[in-house]
């Protein structure tokens, strides 16, 4: 099935399908029994027939549907493109930052480093949270061993950002970015399972 791309005026690129129930059909037919229609009309205005039993005679090859749809697309002033379904990007982790360029889907490399970086800090965020009670037992519990560990380890976490810009910065394709992972999120997170554990213990 074609896929029709076109780029967005507020940046980035829409995958939308011509919906089935908008192909033109010129006729019905049911056991030997034909309906010829005096001009086409769109399959979903034909429910009773199809319920009836009857198969449609389509007007359009589905190229043809696709490329009539894709026209009025075209007519709104987008860059339109038709796409075989199995041509667009299997990885879709910064499916908003892509673009279109030449008639070929590529991811715009600036969004994406900024799409990263946000995923991470809200990562970061997220563990600051969950963290903050294992620091707030250790204080209680006069901890000091295990305070001093989790207070570092926050600390870190709330480095992160600045510490990885130059790995984000330095990305060159979107599976390099990928990678960019921080040991602070690492490590807090096998603190946390490890707090799961202990838990799951009691």
């Known amino acids: 099935m074609k896929a029709i791309i076109y780029s ?9 399908y011509p919906a089935p129930g908008a192909r033109l059909v010129s006729g019905m037919q049911r056991a030997g029994l034909a309906i010829r229609f005096v001009s086409a009309v769109s399959l979903d205005q034909l429910d009773g027939l199809l319920t009836a039993g009857f198969e449609p005679e389509f007007a359009e090859s589905e190229d043809q549907f696709a490329i009539r749809v894709a026209e009025e697309v075209r007519e709104l002033g987008a860059e339109v493109v038709l796409l075989d379904a199995s041509a667009l ?80 910065s330095e990305a ?29 213990t009691v």
């Open 172 to 200: 060159r394709s979107p599976a390099q970015l990928q990678a960019v992972c921080p040991s602070s999120i690492l490590d807090a997170r096998r603190v946390l399972e490890s707090e799961i554990k202990l838990v799951g």
């Open 8 to 16: 967005r005026s507020q940046g980035g690129v829409s995958v939308v």
């Open 89 to 168: 990007p299997d990885d879709r982790t910064f499916r908003n930052a892509w673009k279109l360029v030449d008639g070929a889907i590529l991811v715009d490399m600036e969004q994406a480093r900024a799409l990263q970086l946000t995923a991470l800090r809200k990562a970061r965020n997220d563990l600051l949270r969950a963290t903050d009670r294992i620091a707030q037992r250790a204080l209680e519990q006069v901890d000091k061993t295990e305070f001093v560990a989790i207070a570092a380890l926050r600390q870190r976490l709330r480095d992160m950002p600045s510490a990885i810009a130059p790995l984000i």
